[in-house]
């Protein structure tokens, strides 16, 4: 079946620590996307990636960095630098001319600090 | 810059019953899309109905339906013959040249 992975599921990042949250799809879309969700906040754009090799911040992109080296894979990673790291984040895809096609959402990854 | 409202954090509805759950939206682009999207317990994003800006007709999707008032920029999603299984947050969600942007959420609570 055609779907998105997200893993590990939990994840505990220590002070000064970065960590990596990875992000597999294999329903061959081009565009793939990163949000993070607080309670009572919604859905908050991370960073997107519309083609490979190629990527562009979202609204809250400080503290975070992503790679697009595969079509398939996207992953996140929460750097020292974002100081309210804890959150579920969640990870999507959409075919290319994002506007007219709904995102397919992996099941996420819940982060916490130690 | 596109923005979506949801104005009621919490809704509740009786089962078999019928709710409607509020959206307003901003924005300056001519063409773009809708969607509700539920994200139950198990956290997972479940898309509802799509709308299209440009197509008058209102989506239907068996039991959702919505209320898409171009002018006001509001698109309303109703439930009917609200089953236990409808629990969950409701994300409004606007889509254009950028990437969706979500509102806050409604929870619905149904009761049996």
């Known amino acids: 079946d055609g779907g998105i992975t997200q893993s590990p599921k939990y994840l505990f990042r220590k002070e000064g620590q970065n960590v990596t949250l990875s992000c597999e799809q294999n329903?061959?879309?081009?565009?793939m996307y990163w949000y993070r969700q607080d309670p009572g906040q919604g859905l908050r754009l991370i960073y997107y990636s519309q083609i490979v090799n190629d990527f562009q911040k979202g609204d809250i992109a400080e503290g975070y960095s992503v790679s697009r080296e595969k079509k398939e894979s996207f992953p996140l990673t929460v750097t020292s630098a974002q100081k309210n790291p804890t959150a579920f984040y969640l990870c999507?895809?959409?075919?290319?001319?994002?506007?007219?096609?709904?995102?397919?959402f992996g099941d996420g990854t819940r982060l916490s600090i130690l | 810059a596109q923005t979506v409202t949801q104005s009621q954090p919490e809704m509740s509805v009786q089962e078999a019953e019928t709710v409607t759950l509020s959206c307003t939206y901003d924005?300056?682009?001519?063409?773009?899309?809708l969607f509700w999207y539920k994200q139950p317990p198990s956290r997972q994003m479940i898309l509802v109905i799509r709308q299209e800006a440009y197509k008058q007709q209102n989506a239907t999707e068996n039991r959702f339906s919505v209320n898409f008032q171009k002018a006001a920029k509001s698109f309303s999603l109703k439930i009917s013959d609200s089953q236990l299984g409808d629990a969950a947050m409701y994300f409004c969600?606007?889509?254009?040249?950028?990437?969706?942007?979500f509102g806050k959420g409604t929870r619905l609570s149904v009761i049996a």
């Open positions: 969600a606007l889509s254009g040249n950028t990437p969706l942007v």
């Open positions: 329903l061959n879309h081009d565009a």
């Open positions: 999507a895809s959409s075919t290319y001319g994002q506007g007219n096609q709904p995102q397919h």
């Open positions: 924005t300056s682009e001519s063409d773009y899309y």
